[in-house]
């Protein structure tokens, strides 16, 4: 059996796949040994010596240990393309982020990112709208668009929801959307709640002349039922669905996909849970990664953050996670654990930005990512001192003020609603 991983100088083939991890040693283990185990443990390696595998076709398939920096603890391997089913985005993460997580012989491990090679990039599908798409859609070519999150996220029927929803389209939201745990509870059944809150995007196109976008979440038990859903939402003239992606897992997300380019509906996707996996900065998979992925399984919409303290995302960060979103090819970055990237061709996914989003940050979010980014508000365009409807419009004016280079103080003395958001904290 080849043991051997660690091969320094070595130069990645364009067909490999590449990892960069963080690697700490358990006590009494060398860096190298931790890193061939990991390789190892990863490929055609195992816990103990098994001889079945021929030399041949391990020399073929073995990995690449072809960097090691033991003061930073990064390790980069290079693994040959053989390895993987290309089109499923769950057996390569089940490769590179599998058991090895359970090995001893490591006190943290984290995944930091991942190259592509071409070959799977044409294999995934990515987005079926993205950018250009979405935009079409909406009918908003020259700026952000305004999402906004029913709120309570839990405890409304279908009556009151929809008529939440019907404020929020009416005050100036391009979107409306559920929270990530509003499914199908006996409170708020979903074939009601979607009858009634597309009633309410029907009525709020014909009082304001403007597209709406519902977007009902489809998260199910089984991937049947969602596809169920799905149709349901086709059927009854819907343009989106949306998805809880960490809890569903990678393989749903790769069905609905497939469900959606027939039924051509946008995904929007909410990336809740992610942090389980992300928030520690030495241990787990990056939310870069899990990004790149998503854009790879071809979500149109992915929450990424925002600049505000509720989220643990610094702005780096962010602005990092929107390249990855939209950018066709990505340049490496050593500080930032980012490999380079081509997405040949691979459509952008829109970032979304929420947690925390209020009137007063929108000019400092569109300083950051420009217009093409959705601004996602929840309980901040719920709690105007004089209702939805205003919050809604003050978001709108917000933008407008941004796009006319003109400062929110300025514009709000003569847009009510926006000096009313300024003047509550909002």
Not at 82 to 107: R, W, Y
Not at 207 to 219: A, P, W
Not at 394 to 402: E, G, H
Request: proline fraction near 4%; hydrophobic fraction near 40%; include cysteine.
């Amino acid at each position: 059996m080849l043991k051997e991983y660690i091969d320094i100088g070595y130069t990645p083939d364009e067909t490999d796949f590449v990892c960069e991890y963080h690697l700490e040693p358990a006590s009494g283990i060398s860096f190298e040994e931790a890193c061939n185990h990991m390789a190892g443990e990863c490929s055609i390696g195992g816990w103990s010596d098994i001889s079945h595998l021929s030399p041949k076709l391990a020399e073929k398939l073995k990995p690449h240990v072809f960097y090691i920096n033991k003061k930073k603890h990064i390790v980069r391997v290079s693994y040959p393309q053989d390895l993987f089913e290309f089109c499923s985005v769950s057996q390569i993460i089940s490769t590179v982020a599998g058991n090895i997580f359970n090995s001893k012989m490591m006190t943290r491990l984290k995944l930091h990112d991942m190259t592509f090679p071409a070959d799977p990039v044409s294999e995934l599908w990515g987005p079926k709208y993205g950018i250009g798409g979405i935009r079409e859609l909406a009918g908003v070519y020259d700026r952000p668009l305004v999402i906004s999150t029913v709120k309570p996220k839990i405890g409304l029927d279908p009556a009151t929801h929809a008529n939440v929803a019907y404020q929020s389209f009416v005050g100036g939201c391009d979107l409306v959307k559920d929270d990530e745990n509003l499914t199908d509870q006996k409170f708020n059944r979903f074939e009601k709640r979607v009858e009634l809150t597309f009633k309410a995007r029907d009525d709020a196109e014909e009082k304001t002349g403007e597209r709406k976008m519902y977007m009902c979440n489809i998260t199910a038990p089984t991937c049947e039922e969602m596809i169920r859903r799905a149709n349901f939402i086709s059927n009854i003239g819907g343009h989106y669905v949306m998805i809880d992606t960490i809890s569903t897992g990678w393989s749903s997300l790769q069905t609905l996909r497939d469900v959606t380019e027939e039924l051509g509906l946008a995904i929007h996707a909410h990336s809740m849970s992610h942090a389980a996996f992300t928030r520690v900065g030495e241990h787990g998979i990056s939310l870069y990664l899990i990004t790149k992925l998503a854009r790879l399984v071809g979500l149109d919409q992915l929450y990424i953050g925002n600049i505000a303290d509720k989220v643990h995302e610094n702005k780096k960060e962010l602005m990092a996670l929107h390249d990855c979103c939209v950018m066709d090819k990505v340049k490496s970055n050593e500080k930032m654990h980012i490999l380079s990237q081509n997405w040949d061709g691979i459509r952008p996914t829109f970032p979304v930005v929420s947690s925390g989003s209020e009137p007063a940050l929108i000019p400092e979010l569109m300083k950051i990512f420009g217009k093409d980014v959705i601004i996602e508000f929840g309980s901040a365009i719920h709690t105007h001192p004089i209702g939805t409807v205003s919050d809604a419009r003050a978001c709108r004016q917000a933008i407008d003020a941004v796009l006319a280079g003109t400062s929110l103080e300025e514009y709000g003395k003569s847009h009510a609603e926006l000096q009313a958001a300024l003047n509550n904290g909002m």
